[in-house]
């Protein structure tokens, strides 16, 4: 007499043999086609071809069990993680270049602005080196279909951003031109622009896929046909679960941008203490320079605000609108930002102190 199995007829935790079989071919598709295929991949590409997928946990143990994955239990969880984004779409943008070398031989730089909130694809440019034209060529084309942003990040490359030499590029020049306010990261801190190196990432995965590229014409074609997927078809880990970068770019209003300055003004101008915001707009955020005093505070808006005897008589770029005001120090670092106070009818000045800024998405960092 043979002893009857105790195992349960459905075991807890164990997908289906369909469902497995599913989740291995939904896996290898993505794969081949140059996409993340991660379990959260897997699952969300499982939904939208209406199939009830597993948990990410479950579809883990079946690309391990299968093969198809390496385990890696020393890799930092994803749980551990700080993300950090722009509150409203248009309130700080990206840009980096990559060099990518075609089958012929031949090299050119693919551009693409990122918003920082959203995470979709602005604009993107395929250009024979990284230069302040091309640069300028990308940007301009992301303004004209979505808008000026309030701010735009970049590394510190000299076709970019030379303001930790003291120098002022082209292209930053252009930025302050049409009221953008131009940062970069600090030099050896890449995490700075994290969300623009990982899109890449998935770029050149995605190219590789689809070799060979022979033609600048064809690599321009790939780079148009990710960026229209990567926006409206891919749903981004990054975001509300099931949404992709064009629906959270369209779920919030813009950030309203700074009013641009006078044609001929190529650099920020002192602006006297008590001036109002140079705008015609009420409510719009402005831009102004101020020069610590001695016992470490800077005068605007009718408010004093403590940065640091440390820090007397350095420059500070403060940008202000109605509600808030934020302090940068010269190289475009967020030192923190304060609610703005009601004009007292006293006529004395309200003193604060600076909030510190919100640490990056990857590790602390005083970058904005």
């Known amino acids: 007499m043979v002893a009857r199995s105790t195992a349960p007829v459905k075991p807890a935790r164990r997908a289906s043999d369909q469902v497995e079989a599913a989740a291995l071919a939904i896996r290898a598709q993505l794969t081949r086609d140059g996409w993340d295929a991660g379990p959260l991949s897997v699952a969300d590409k499982m939904r939208q071809m209406g199939m009830v997928p597993p948990s990410r946990a479950t579809l883990a143990r079946i690309f391990s069990r299968n093969g198809v994955v390496k385990p890696e239990p020393t890799k930092r969880p994803r749980a551990s993680y ?6 409203d779409p248009n309130g700080c943008w990206q840009l980096d270049g990559f060099e990518y070398t075609l089958d012929s031989g031949i090299t050119r730089c693919i551009l693409q602005v990122e918003d920082d909130h959203s995470r979709v694809v602005l604009a993107s440019h395929v250009a024979p080196a990284e230069t302040s034209d091309a640069a300028i060529a990308v940007t301009a084309e992301a303004i004209r279909r979505h808008g000026v942003p309030v701010m735009f990040l970049t590394d510190n490359g000299l ?3 030379q303001s930790r030499r003291g120098k002022t590029s082209e292209f930053e020049a252009w930025l302050v031109r049409q009221g953008v306010t131009p940062i970069c990261g600090r030099p050896g801190k890449p995490t700075t622009q994290g969300k623009n190196e990982r899109l890449h990432q998935t770029l050149q995965r995605f190219l590789d896929a689809n070799r060979p590229i022979m033609t600048t014409k064809r ?5 148009n046909d990710f960026e229209d997927y990567y926006n409206r078809q891919r749903t981004h880990q990054a975001l509300e ?26 650099k920020r101008q ?5 001036a109002i915001p140079v705008s015609d707009t009420p409510g719009a955020p402005a831009w102004a320079d101020r020069t610590a005093d001695t016992q470490g505070n800077v005068n605007i808006c009718h408010t004093r605000i403590r940065v640091g005897k440390h820090l007397a008589g350095r420059t500070f770029h403060i940008l202000y609108d109605d509600n808030t005001i934020e302090v940068f120090d010269t190289d475009g670092a967020s030192l923190g930002q304060t609610p703005r106070p009601p004009i007292p009818d006293t006529g004395l000045q309200p003193y604060l102190t600076l909030q510190p800024p919100t640490p990056n998405e990857t590790q602390p960092s005083t970058n904005p």
């Open 270 to 274: 002192p602006v006297q203490p008590g």
């Open 219 to 223: 690599l321009i074609k790939l780079v």
């Open 159 to 161: 076709a970019f951003n």
């Open 82 to 87: 700080v993300r950090f984004r722009y509150p």
């Open 241 to 266: 679960p099931g949404q992709t970068p064009e629906q959270a770019y369209r779920a919030k209003a813009k950030a309203r941008p700074a009013p641009p300055p006078p044609a001929r003004t190529l």
